[in-house]
């Protein structure tokens, strides 16, 4: 389901701040999706990190999902900022 921006503003709640929009590759590294990869793949077999391996590469890759996807961070009025991106 797509939501217009004007739909948005009429049904959202307060938004104390908006980040720009960043690159899901530049958001999961920012999250620290090599630091998570590092952690599962620690008592993975061979076969289960290549997976784990292979789908963050297509999770982060600029040549694949990194660059199509974009992420917009919206925060409550009252709520500290979280990660600057």
């Known amino acids: ?4 921006p004007p739909s948005l503003r009429r049904h959202a ?3 104390r701040s908006s980040m720009a929009r960043v690159t899901q590759g ?8 090599e ?11 061979e076969a289960q990190r290549a997976a784990l391996e ?3 590469a297509r999770l982060i890759d600029p040549l694949k999902m990194g660059n199509l ?3 917009l961070a919206l925060t ?7 990660c600057r991106f």
Do not use: D, N, W
């Open 26 to 33: 530049r958001f999961l590294a920012a999250l620290g999706a």
């Open 54 to 56: 292979s789908g963050l």
């Open 13 to 15: 709640p307060p938004v």
């Open 35 to 45: 630091a998570r990869l590092a952690k599962l793949s620690a008592g993975a077999t």
């Open 1 to 4: 389901m797509s939501i217009s």
């Open 69 to 71: 996807f974009k992420v």
């Open 76 to 82: 409550s009025p009252g709520l500290p900022a979280r």
